[in-house]
């Protein structure tokens, strides 16, 4: 059975893989949490005393409910825009697909000065509103505030995987629903949107573990009582060396695991592949006037809406000073001329580093889906739920695991060791990205009739080929769509990235913000590499999507289509 | 071969005679070629030194490892077992202390002279030899101007004006946990004014917070930008958030402290020589001169430098009245360092909701009974600040050792034993705290609907 081997080798690659880089070295820094303080023996008495602990019982529903509360609004604001660029001739469609990966780039630090300096309570809206108005609205106050932003942030996640998804709907589904006389919104909800469902689910399970790991945006708005923040604050202090930190490091992986469980039961037992051809997309059709012109509105407010903290960026990077004031004093280039004189090596090497780990990313994202919805491996879920589980590891912990598992091993010829080589930044980021590619892989994969597969491997091709020639392409689509979030992602990464870089050469993009960040005077130029980044990775989804629609473009015209 | 021989025999002796070169116009040791920095300073601060040092010492290549004070401790500690860095240089003493602890630093006995023993009243250099303070700087308020034009709110200038309702929701500072020069202020505060008032002092400040930040630098980037007006900060934030065009002014109130900024050679550092020789530049003349760059803005540790300083520049060596108020206890500090940032925690930064919510209670009664004289609604407030002010310990247990070690639990060997877990402690605390709090705002609203 030379095939099972194949199956089985990848499989045990990609298990290797997982546990040199994910959970040896995270299990070496969180074991603590499962040590009696006092006598070093095992236990579980820390994670009674955080379910005896008010505030981290508190936090847990903050946490819970904030999650909660982002994926209504996520989806909220990414449906219209995925079914209206879909499903339409839209002038704009790849613009907007485009846009709508811009607000998952938010470069640390200075996107939380933009976003204060336009939303807060002494910011540009609210001082207008003020000046009109006499009226003060808490944007950025709280628990809403945390929501707002984590809405705003995260809901391309369901953009990308949703519209993914509808592109690979089978046009015959909605041609044969449309003979048996089904339209408008019945048809959307009975057969559009079913069909889609591994997309949306794809995406809405990220926004939900991500706003219930992010640590970023309640930082940003200092909203303390809930369990990232609790764990990061604690693992961070000075010389604090409190389980507890470690111990809601535990009990958000678990709780991510067990919610991606409850979303995969969701999904399974059902068929979601199209019949004989492969992906086609939902017919396209031009829309009327009034409607043209409705559609546009809406787009446009979105857009507006969530690319404000961006808009704010750009001004913050040409301003001179901005301080309680809609707009800044002045405006000047001094600060693109200081950061291109001063830090270009930090651009190349985010593209450099990026770019490997979000192809490494989408490698193991198909690798890993193929096993676990192909293949028949023991204990192939695991693979998912572990490489998934990185999604709640907090930067922190990831790399001070790296820097005590790696550091006494020398790299032969190189002689360094590994861990103050630049390639364990490369593979921190392919670990912490690695979930977003997964899940785009996955939900793609299941799109993919496996009565196709059947008949390469009936005409005599291998598995090896079918995967290659026929699985592969058909997953294009899911594929490009975790390529362009894993890198998008990568290149903001800041926690991990800050404990393993050694050398100023060899850092990231974010590496310098955070340096300029440090004092009042580079405000400017971290906004203005903020917005660099922005730039890089909006003309690589660009890119992109003008790759996906040009491949389907040929694929419709060889089809007859 | 011969060729390459020779060539090979050219350039040793090429190499000779140039170092001999060297070596007679230095009379200082070579040093070697390079020298890793691993420190918390911005950029402003750190190319300037590593650009002057290197013209100095044109053979070494200064590498600046720019991480968050917290991270460049975990950094060192991880690496210890293959150490590559040379200096750890940053603010806090408390960090210095944590890797001195475990053992991760060398001595080095400085050899420039002219440097006082103490600034302020804080001493300059580690008693133990380990670290060395090369600048001071002072805790203080600083303000955004347009804020509190625009609100109008009067200008600051002790701890106790940040009490008064008029701040109410206008104020911000990072917490002590996250900060180790924030946990200095507020030790300052708990050392100058006494444990108990210290703390109610503390309280009532926090009361009128509008945010507790993650990190210290974002109390000046949140008065920078006018998301709060008043922000209690490090003096260099401030002067320097000045000098970079903000409007923004800073002040140092009566009870304050000057703490040294530092810097150390980590142990088993690769490159020791020129480790030494960059901190004797940062103590030479022209090392100190530096600091008075507008974007740095440092107390310099050499009297004499201040001679050269901008007019109004601070000078704590001839006026005592900055930081020299309180006689800074830096055993008593150390002792209960981890138990003063936990119970600031549970007590501020985790129920700022509910002690804002209370003091907003008390603050609105008091402005009910204004001019009225209504004696049991003044006991009803008194009542309610008490139980605001309440602690959940006294200073004795604070400085209990064994109590104090629950904070600190850092098993060194199998055979240690530390008594008592952290949360545990922090929930009883937290449901006192969260009780009084709740308390507080029903007596206070009794007192006001009088």
Known sequence: MPRLRTSYLVALALAFFLLVFLVIPVGKVIYVAFQDSSTGALTLVNFVDFFKTSLFRESFLNSLYVAGMSVLFASIIAMPLAYFTTRFNFGGSILIQTLGIVPLIMPPFVGAVAMQLFFGSNGSVNLLLDQWFGINIPFMEGLNGVILVESIHYFPFILINLSAALNNIDRSMEEAAQNLGSTGMRLFRRIVL???????????????????????????????????????????????????????????????????????????????????KGSSGLLKRDMKGWEKIGAYCLIIFLLLMVLSPHISLLLLSFGTIWSYSVLPDAFTTAHYAEVFSTTRQYITNTLLYAGIAATFDVAIGVAISYVVLRTKVFGRRWLDYIATGALAVPGVVLGIGYLRTFNDFNVPIIDKPLASWWVIIVIALTIRRLPYALRACTAALHQVSLSLEEASENLGAGKTATVRKIVVPLMAGGIVAGFVTSFATATVELSATLMLVTAESDAPLAYGIYVFMQSAAGRGPGAALGLIAVLVVASGSYLAHHFIERNKRMQATSTGH | MLLRG??????????????????????????????????????????????????????????????????????????????????????????????????????????????????????????????????????????????????????????????QSVYHGHTGMSAPSRSGTTHLTVETLLQGEGWDKGWALMKEIAGNFHTVTERSFGVPDGVNSGQFGVGIVIDFFGLSSKASGFPVDFVYPTVTTLVPANIAIVKNAPHPEAAAAF??????????????????????????????????????????????????????????????????????????????KATKAIQDAEKAMAGKDNAEAAKLIAEAKALIAALPIDETKSLDTEFAATFKKKRKKATDKVTGRQAEVEQQWDSMVKDNYAKAVKLANKAKSM
């Open chain 2, 6 to 163: 020779s060539c090979r025999t050219i350039m040793g002796r090429l190499a000779l005679s140039a170092g001999l070169l060297i070596f007679l116009a230095l009379p200082a040791q070579a040093l070697e070629k390079q020298l890793t920095v691993v420190t918390s300073y911005p950029k402003d601060l750190t190319t300037a030194f590593k650009q002057a040092f290197e013209k100095q010492h044109p053979d070494v290549k200064v590498e600046m490892l720019k991480k968050k004070t917290t991270a460049g401790v975990k950094y060192i500690q991880e690496t210890a077992s293959n150490n590559s860095s040379d200096l750890f240089w940053a603010s806090a003493p408390d960090a210095f202390e944590v890797l001195k602890e475990d053992g991760l630093l060398a001595k080095y006995t400085v050899k420039a002279t002219g440097i006082p023993d103490v600034i302020g009243s804080y001493p300059i250099n580690d008693p133990d030899g380990f670290y060395k303070g090369f600048a001071g700087s002072g805790y203080g308020i600083m303000w955004n101007t347009r804020y509190l034009k625009a609100k109008k709110i009067p200008v600051p200038q002790e701890w106790n004006d940040l009490t």
């Open chain 2, 279 to 356: 901190i004797e530049f940062l103590l030479s003349e022209a090392g100190q001169d530096m600091l008075l760059d507008p974007k740095i803005m440092r107390l310099p540790v050499r009297p004499e430098t201040y001679a050269k300083a901008p007019k109004d520049f601070p000078n704590p060596f001839t006026d005592h009245s900055i930081g020299a108020k309180v006689k800074f206890d830096v055993v008593k500090s150390k002792s209960r360092y981890n138990l003063v940032n936990s119970m600031f925690d549970v007590m501020i930064t985790y129920r700022l909701d509910d002690l804002r």
């Open chain 1, 194 to 276: 079913p069909l889609a469902m591994p997309g949306y689910l794809a995406g809405a399970s990220l926004v939900f573990l991500k706003a219930f790991d992010d640590l970023g945006t309640p930082l940003l708005l200092n909203v303390n009582n809930m369990l990232a923040t609790q764990a990061y604050l604690r693992i961070s202090s000075i010389g604090i060396s409190d389980p507890m930190g470690y111990v809601i490091s535990v009990i958000l992986v678990i709780f991510s695991l067990f919610s991606l469980w409850v979303s995969m039961l969701a999904s399974r037992g059902k068929d979601y592949s199209g019949g004989g």
